[in-house]
């Protein structure tokens, strides 16, 4: 499957006349849970020639393909991707942690993660997070019968929250490395072990009766992490020159 997607990248720079700078797996696979029939969800950062950023109208910032046979392949264009990271994008700040890379041809990656820390703002994190927590916990997990994979979708996010509520730091993109520093030993870790062997094992959509132990920890969690996401403090640098500087020599890097 890696040479097949190195490939697709391959066929999207002629198609498009680009350079993609930085090309890595995100979601399930990622984060170390992924289903026998999970998609790649492959995520990269592309770069147009000088003489496309030289006009007075925006154009279209994105690449995506079509869904095919477990392929999810999409990429944000250079500009669009500093001033995310500027913002202190989740998303982006976990494909720099990648451990999951296709294609690093280019000095871009190794550079925002050098800014990534001064980058990074606990309080944007914290409310992407706990925002992706109540989201799913609340359209996917008030049934009877749930998806594990939907737990994960929850937990995450909440070991996420926990990461960057008691370290002001980035949180780390794998869920066991999350689960092994966050929770003790007990049934409630007990029992996410075993629901990520059932996934691990089963279909991505495989379904189970609601667990009462991990829904009152999740809920309990949503209701203390609500406040404790309102007082958090961040002092994000303005990091826009160096921005600027770094989308300069990714231009003369890419095309001398």
Same mark, same amino acid.
């Given at each position: ?37 999970? $998609? ?16 007075? #109208? ?13 392929? $999810? ?110 929770? #003790? ?58 921005? #600027? ?12």
């Amino acid at each position: 499957m890696k040479q097949r997607i190195r490939q697709e990248l391959k066929n999207i720079e002629s198609t498009y006349n680009v350079k993609i700078l930085y090309a890595v797996e995100s979601g399930s696979r990622a984060w170390g849970f992924p289903s026998q029939d999970s $998609d790649y969800d492959v995520r990269f950062i592309y770069v147009h020639q000088k003489d496309w950023y030289l006009s007075i #109208d925006a154009k279209r910032d994105v690449i995506e393909l079509p869904i095919h046979d477990l392929l $999810d392949i999409s990429g944000w264009e250079l500009t669009k991707a500093l001033r995310l990271f500027r913002k202190s994008n989740p998303p982006l700040l976990e494909w720099l942690s990648s451990g999951m890379v296709y294609d690093e041809a280019f000095s871009l990656a190794e550079k925002m993660r050098q800014l990534k820390f001064r980058a990074f703002s606990p309080a944007a994190c914290m409310h992407h997070y706990l925002n992706m927590a109540s989201g799913n916990f609340r359209h996917y997990l008030q049934r009877e019968q749930v998806k594990i994979k939907t737990y994960f979708y929850v937990l995450r996010p909440i070991l996420a929250c926990q990461w960057i509520e008691s370290r002001h730091t980035v949180p780390p993109i794998e869920f066991q490395t999350l689960l092994e520093a966050l929770l #003790d030993e007990g049934p409630l870790k007990t029992e996410i072990h075993h629901l990520l062997e059932l996934k691990k094992m089963g279909e991505e959509f495989h379904l189970e009766p609601q667990n009462p132990l991990l829904h009152e920890f999740i809920a309990n969690e949503l209701e203390r992490l609500q406040p404790a996401a309102k007082a958090i403090k961040t002092n994000q640098a303005d990091l826009t020159p160096e921005l #600027d500087r770094l989308f300069r020599e990714t231009l003369d890097e890419v095309w001398a």
